[in-house]
């Protein structure tokens, strides 16, 4: 069964860099069927798509966020990861990663992690 | 790219149907059929219940539909219970450039 996992500093300070990672197991992030990308929700709002990359590096991201997020994979650690670089009080929020195929069917989610930007 | 638009709330006695709108342009709605809908309690993981407009994925429900008519989806949810009780999200693709986009996200209530 496929389980994703996130991890990384649940504090950021603004202006900083925030860093997550998510650990796939039970599944491949080889696997030439899947994207795998990053989803938040902020406080009282909906859910924002971030991005997304294919096992070979390729990657989407969202317009509004594309000149601060970089995300990779490693393969090798079966695991990806996501930079979100100059971040505000308005990127506090919970962050989901995510397996989709078919274009927008995120058909397996992680639990999601509270980061929170603050001093 | 905006979010798609959905309404902040709906409510429904056990039993009813409810419908949820969901719309867009004709940049993503409208021009692909590729939209998906997430059941999400607070707390939880958001779970696909329904892909590419009308498909479900084993084991959701057929109480969850879906369906689409110009730059608008719909997502239909027949003899409420209490346990669908959640937002629920709308996802449409929207082509190379904005790729995905979700909609605002709407409040079951089951009254």
């Known amino acids: 069964q496929l389980q994703l996992q996130e991890s990384g500093p649940g504090l950021v300070k603004p202006s900083e860099t925030l860093s997550l990672t998510c650990t796939v197991s039970g599944g491949s992030t080889s696997s030439s069927s899947y994207y795998w990308g990053w989803v938040r929700q902020s406080p009282g709002k909906g859910l924002e798509w971030i991005g997304s990359?294919?096992?070979?590096?390729?990657?989407h991201y969202n317009p509004s966020l594309k000149s601060r997020v970089t995300i990779s994979v490693n393969t090798s650690k079966n695991r990806f990861s996501l930079r979100l670089n100059s971040v505000t009080a308005a990127d506090t929020g919970v962050y989901y990663c995510a397996r989709h195929g078919g274009a927008v069917d995120f058909d397996s989610w992680g639990q999601g992690t509270l980061v929170s930007v603050s001093s | 790219q905006s979010a798609l638009t959905q309404p902040a709330s709906v409510s429904g006695s056990p039993g009813q149907s409810i419908t949820i709108s969901c719309t867009g342009t004709s940049s993503d709605v409208g021009s692909y059929n590729l939209v998906s809908w997430y059941q999400h309690h607070p707390g939880k993981a958001p779970k696909l219940i329904i892909y590419e407009v009308t498909k479900r994925p084993s084991g959701v429900s057929s109480r969850f539909s879906g369906s689409k008519s110009g730059n608008t989806a719909s997502l239909t949810i027949s003899g409420l219970q209490a346990e669908d009780e959640a937002d629920y999200y709308c996802c449409s693709y929207a082509g190379l450039i904005a790729y995905a986009v979700f909609g605002g996200g709407t409040q079951l209530t089951v009254l």
């Open positions: 990359i294919y096992y070979n590096g390729n990657t």
